[in-house]
């Protein structure tokens, strides 16, 4: 090959390679434009959010929560401000250590440190938790100043929860607990994440756990422009929070704290209502308990001593508690043998103290001859026993179960228990042993006087008596009399369901009415209720926690304390225009016209003479040795109230 011909070969190898050279940066060149088109076009608006979102920040603002009070503007739940020690495990290398020295700092006691492991071990990893709350203006200072030392610690200003009343009316108003997951998959299951973002605490129990999307009240958004480091710069949009709306009771806690006062030491449980429009007055359990232990997580000696305490003060007897009505079922057995036809109000039955069926003998007090007024008046067991029989099992079901017997009356707080009124279906369906399966004679008679299967909730008999007193009309019991709106402060009353009316004969319920006056005129409630400034009708109960021997005697001397018998009084006031119903009981204390009648006194004093009862009455009721009455009573108005109160508006307005 000539030289000339090598220079020409070497030239067209030279131009290969730049064709070559050039088609790959040619190629290169299309990709790089591709690819531009594809992240500057295509996707352009993904890319805008992206950057958008790291140069802001959406942060929730979470309501303050609404109040809770009672009829007269009494504080029962509010908020206050406090600033609290928290840290985000997650951005924190040595979490012992820093607690530890933190701890030099501020006071950190065993039970913060119980509390905020037991907090991280429920919570997600990044989650930022309390170590200590309520911090002193000193304690802030003291860690502002050496804050640098303690990345992912911070204090926070924050909204505390608080039950000025303490444990009063604890199972009525219940309480707010951090959320949890049962609570968070809840949320979702309502489709109630977005206001709940930011938001750390729900009500748990009570008015606080039945009215929680009022409370609540509705998160806000606020977007922040943030620096390259993440620190907010300025506020670029709002959405304010709406605070939750407060929440007016029907409860008037300074009766409602009388009450609790006498009880004294004793368990059991009281609810009075206004049989007019079924709102509730005073619902009480006890023993209480303080609701406050549970609002930043209860430590565990307090959650071992509340639980494992054999009083159950944790248990709402007035809701959940149930409990065989004694002769206070003896008026409503006499309304269901008027209205049915099942005995005439003038009827004569012999009581000689027993009633026999089959060789079985069915004791009572001898009270001789008795029509039902007399009957009702004198609580003749023998009268009951044997309508009871007469009647059937059945059909006093029937007419029972329409006055709230047995059934859940609808109240507005979580957990109502239905307790039990029985008939044969029942029975084939409570009992699995085909022996016991089916309804014999012998089941019936002690229906008639309030014992055997029967078992009900006081809300339950206190519901029937207002049925009772306002002549065969059934409200629904109800605690929520209003709310009152944050924003307007208008406040709107709640109105209740319309009564349904039972279509009580009036000359019926007029026997029944005369019975229960002849109880507290002449009967086992005359003692408690001499002198009183307004007419009753009253019944008087006492059943059996446990059974005795058909041949034995009671006698509680012999007896357990927790197995005596149950103190019962149901009643209601003034006869001619009832304006309150009362049902109580006080566990295994005895005979009824002893132990509740002068509690339910001292309610209708309050409630219809604005009579307080002095503090020698007070501690005298406390330990059972109480009637009527004693040393000078108070005006109700004078007696301090016991927290805090708001101006109430004019509803409507």
Do not use: C
Not at 295 to 316: C, K, M, Q, T, Y
């Amino acid at each position: 090959m000539t030289e000339l011909e090598q220079e020409r070969h070497g030239s067209d190898r030279f131009l290969v390679r730049l064709l070559f050279m050039a088609l790959v940066v040619l190629t290169g060149l299309t990709l790089l434009g591709l690819r531009a088109y594809y992240l500057q076009v295509v996707r352009h608006d993904e890319f805008l959010e992206r950057a958008e979102s790291n140069r802001t920040a959406v942060v929730p603002i979470v309501p303050y929560r609404g109040n809770i009070v009672d009829r007269n503007g009494v504080l029962l739940a509010a908020n206050y401000s406090s600033y609290t020690l928290e840290i985000a495990p997650a951005r924190v290398r040595d979490l012992e250590a820093t607690i530890n020295e933190l701890a030099q700092i501020v006071d950190i006691q065993p039970i913060h440190r119980r509390r905020f492991e037991r907090l991280r071990s429920e919570s997600g990893r990044y989650a930022t938790l309390p170590l200590r709350t309520r911090l002193t203006d000193e304690e802030v200072a003291r860690f502002a100043a050496q804050s640098w030392r303690f990345p992912g610690v911070q204090v926070a200003a924050r909204l505390f929860r608080t039950y000025p009343m303490g444990s009063t009316a604890s199972h009525v108003i219940g309480y707010i607990g951090r959320i949890n997951q049962r609570d968070q998959e809840r949320i979702e299951e309502q489709g109630e994440e977005a206001n709940y973002r930011g938001s750390t605490h729900i009500g748990k129990a009570g008015i606080e756990a039945s009215y929680e999307r009022d409370l609540h009240g509705i998160t806000g958004v606020e977007q922040l422009e943030r620096s390259s480091a993440g620190r907010p710069i300025r506020v670029l949009d709002t959405a304010p929070a709406r605070s939750g709306d407060s929440v007016v009771l029907s409860l008037d806690i300074k009766l409602q704290q009388l009450v609790e006062r006498l009880f004294g030491e004793r368990r059991g449980a009281l609810v009075a209502i206004d049989p007019r429009n079924g709102e509730v007055l005073a619902m009480v359990s006890m023993p209480t308990y303080d609701p406050n232990l549970f609002v930043e997580g209860i430590d565990h000696e307090n959650w071992r001593a509340l639980n494992e305490s054999p009083d159950r003060p944790l248990f709402n007897r007035a809701l959940r508690g149930t409990y065989p009505p004694g002769s206070t079922y003896k008026p409503f057995m006499a309304l269901a043998a008027l209205e049915t036809g099942a005995r005439d109000a003038d009827t004569v039955i012999h009581d000689p103290g027993v009633w026999t069926l089959a060789g079985h003998n069915y004791r009572g007090a001898a009270v001789g001859s008795v029509d039902m007024r007399r009957a009702i008046a004198r609580s003749s067991n023998a009268y009951f026993y044997s309508l009871a029989y007469e009647m059937g099992v059945d059909q006093v079901h029937d007419f029972m179960a329409p006055l709230g017997f047995g059934q859940v009356t609808g109240i507005d707080l979580n957990g109502e228990a239905r307790g039990v009124l029985p008939n044969r279906e029942w029975k084939r369906r409570a009992f699995s042993d085909p022996r016991q399966r089916h309804w014999i004679p012998g089941d019936t008679p002690s229906l008639g006087i309030g014992q055997g299967y029967n078992s009900f909730t006081i809300l339950q008999l206190a519901h029937a008596t207002a049925t009772l007193a306002s002549g065969g009309i059934r409200h629904r019991p109800h605690l929520a009399r209003a709310r009152i709106d944050p924003l307007s402060s208008d406040m709107h009353l709640l109105q209740p369901t319309p009564g349904d009316d039972l279509g009580f004969d009036p000359e019926h319920l007029r026997v029944v009415y005369d019975g229960m006056q002849g109880v507290v005129l002449e009967g086992t409630a005359r003692r408690a209720f001499a002198g009183a400034p307004y007419t009753t009708a009253g019944k008087t109960g006492t059943a059996q926690a446990s059974t005795v021997a058909q041949n034995a005697r009671y006698d509680a001397a012999k007896l357990a304390e927790r197995q005596r018998d149950h103190s019962l009084f149901i009643g209601f006031a003034p006869v001619e225009a009832p304006r309150i119903a009362v049902a109580v009981i006080v566990e295994n204390a005895g005979f009824g016209g002893a132990h509740a009648a002068p509690i339910a006194r001292r309610v209708m004093d309050y409630w219809l003479a604005g009579i307080y009862p002095s503090e020698e009455d007070i501690a005298a009721v406390q330990q059972s040795r109480a009637a009527a009455p004693i040393g000078v009573p108070r005006r109700v108005e004078d007696i301090a109230l016991p927290s805090a109160t708001v101006p109430l508006p004019e509803a409507g307005q």
